[in-house]
């Protein structure tokens, strides 16, 4: 191969490396899905974090709550009072002052957070009608949980401002695990 061949060789070689990277840098369209709107956007960004800082307004009492689990059907799978129902239970038999990893496996006692109670009931409740509450609604409805649960007393009132000041009975027992051996359940005594 002489001098000048070589050359043009590595011109060429160089001249399809540069276009294909120009080509790589561009974005191709291929021509399926579009752009979420802003409102598609919205209804799919529902996460409440610990501090509750994306909670919306309203407000709701267990009392409010308790009319709500009869009349938004959740009695139907998880019976009166949370019981009874062939849904997981919502009421601990165990009381809230034994809540560990180990015991209290009802959401409203082991949930590290209260707004983990609020953000579950809005986002997976009721079950085939999910994201139909209202967030008054979804207040009362906590509020009625934690009450029954003895988390709260039957005369608070959950809004943004006091449903993050409630304190778990879980306390800071959620952080620590139990150790975990090869083929052993993740979590000790917990069903799944
Ligand atoms: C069609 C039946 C059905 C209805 C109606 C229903 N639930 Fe549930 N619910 C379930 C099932 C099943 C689970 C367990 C889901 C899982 O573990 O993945 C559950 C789980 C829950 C939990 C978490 C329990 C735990 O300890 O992990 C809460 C809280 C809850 N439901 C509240 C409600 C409320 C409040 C309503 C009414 C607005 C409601 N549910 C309506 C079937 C239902």
Known sequence: MGTHRFLACVLLLGGVFLGASVLAQSSPTYGVGRTPTAEELRSLDISIGPDGAELPPGRGTPKEGAQLFT?????????????????????????????????????????????????????????????????DEVYALTAFLLNLNEVIPEDAVLDAQSLPKVKMPIGDDYASLPDWKPRTRRLKGYPY
């Open 71 to 135: 009349s938004k059907g959740c009695v139907g799978c998880h019976g009166a009072n949370g019981t009874g129902g062939r849904a997981p239970e919502l009421k601990s038999k165990d009381g809230p002052s034994v809540a560990t990893w180990e015991r209290g496996r009802i959401l409203p006692v082991r949930a590290p957070f209260a707004t983990t109670v609020w953000d579950y009931i809005n986002r997976a409740m009721p079950l085939g009608r999910e994201g139909t509450l209202k967030p």
